[in-house]
């Protein structure tokens, strides 16, 4: 599994799954969590701050140890 990856010149570790929630049914309206149901995230911790540019690719860094 990926521990670290880099987009642009900003580096980040990922430190878990981000599942849609209640709280979509404020941000999307009524049916908004059943509108993003399944299709969840990533949480990330900033590792190095830098620029993200629209078309920056995401290269792993590091892997998590089994």
């Given amino acids: 599994k990926c521990k670290q990856f880099r987009t642009g010149s900003a580096v980040f570790e990922y430190t878990g799954l981000c599942h849609p929630c209640s709280r979509m049914e404020e941000t ?3 049916g908004g969590y059943n ?3 399944g299709h969840g995230g990533i949480n990330a911790r900033v590792i190095k701050d830098g620029i993200i540019e629209l078309g920056s690719t995401v290269e ?3 892997y998590a140890s089994a």
């Fill in 35 to 37: 509108a993003v149901r």
């Fill in 28 to 30: 999307f309206g009524r």
């Fill in 60 to 62: 792993v860094v590091a």
